[in-house]
């Protein structure tokens, strides 16, 4: 069933906007229908950063004789194999992830939301990818099958096939196998459900002073995936039974960085038309936990000096002094 021609799709204009199969046969024959002849390409140039985090989370500080503890390998280092997993990753906003927190590509479409990676192959060439090459991914369905668990369930297996195609030609073929499994009518969450059943948004309410007020809320799918950007290892991040039962908080708590981002973003928008300011002092003063909403709003103005503050309910989360560039506002 490989494709005559290859053409562009984008995970965004997947519609599954026409009811639902019911079983998973009919749930496969729509994915079979969906995507029959279509092949989804992206392109990425393989960055030795990524790879270098990779190694260094896998206990790995050498690659191919390459001590890479204080600097990345090499343009023209031969990705190991396997390692190329790390690029290529799920992109799109949260708000188009599964109810799982997975991408939707090449997903089953409802009532089957659970994935499971079930397994796969791979095949290299003798021609392997390299640190620096600009490597385009071709994405395609090989097949989608109705199956039933061991306790009886109805199940989708789902399988694609990833090619690699760098300046050398082909070097990773990876054909992977997924299982999708039928939603939980009463899923077991953990000990706030708010926390994890809402999706991050990030919305501008009326303000005063004729600035508007952005409001916030952080899911703990969005802060995992910001630790994960950042290689932060944090267990008050993403780990909520260490955040709440050895550090006191009261869930997993939004990163202070990302936080500062959000002011600078706020004051981009608002006030900065386009420009990067000169500098910005903060301070973190309270906690936020995924599921809280929160603001950042703009308070004194003086010149080309802005107070911008986070708050919760009154609670002044952040405060920052951010100074513009010598052209004024």
């Known amino acids: 069933m490989r494709p005559s021609a290859l053409r562009r799709i984008t995970p965004s204009t997947r519609a599954y906007t026409t009811p639902s199969p019911t079983s998973a046969s009919a749930a496969a024959a729509h994915l079979l229908e969906t995507f029959h002849n279509k092949t989804l390409i992206q392109h990425q140039v393989l960055d030795a950063n990524q790879l270098q985090k990779l190694s260094l989370t896998l206990n790995r500080p050498t690659i191919h004789a390459q001590n890479i503890l204080t600097s990345p390998p090499a343009p023209g280092t031969p990705i190991p194999p396997g390692h190329h997993l790390v690029y290529f990753t799920p992109g799109g906003l949260e708000s188009a992830l599964g109810p799982d927190g997975t991408d939707r590509t090449f997903n089953a479409p409802s009532p089957f939301t659970r994935r499971m990676w079930a397994g796969g192959c ?88 004729g600035f508007p007020t952005r409001q916030l809320t952080w899911s703990a799918v969005g802060l995992f995936r910001f630790s994960a950007l950042t290689f932060n290892g944090h267990k008050i991040h993403y780990d ?5 039962g050895v550090e006191g908080h009261a869930g997993v708590v939004v ?8 002011i600078l973003d706020y004051w981009g928008d608002v006030h900065g038309a386009g420009a990067s300011p000169a500098s910005v002092a903060y301070r973190a003063m309270s906690p936020l936990y995924a599921g809280d909403t929160y603001t950042i709003q703009t308070g004194d103005v003086r010149d080309d000096v802005y107070d911008v503050v986070a708050d919760k309910d009154g609670t002044v989360c952040m405060k920052a002094q951010i100074v513009a560039t010598s052209h004024g506002r």
């Open 122 to 209: 791979m095949s290299w060439t003798a021609s392997p990818l390299r640190v620096g090459d600009l490597v385009s991914e071709h994405t395609r369905l090989l097949g989608a099958a109705a199956k039933r668990s061991k306790s009886g369930g109805e199940m989708v297996l789902v399988e694609v096939e990833k090619e690699l195609r760098g300046p050398r030609g082909a070097g990773v073929v990876d054909r992977r196998s997924w299982i999708f499994r039928t939603e939980m009518s009463s899923p077991t969450l953990p000990h706030s459900p708010a926390q994890v059943s809402r999706p991050t948004t990030i919305t501008d309410i009326p303000g005063h002073r």
């Open 255 to 262: 990163h202070g960085p990302l936080n500062l981002i959000n």
């Open 240 to 244: 909520a039974e260490w955040s709440r």
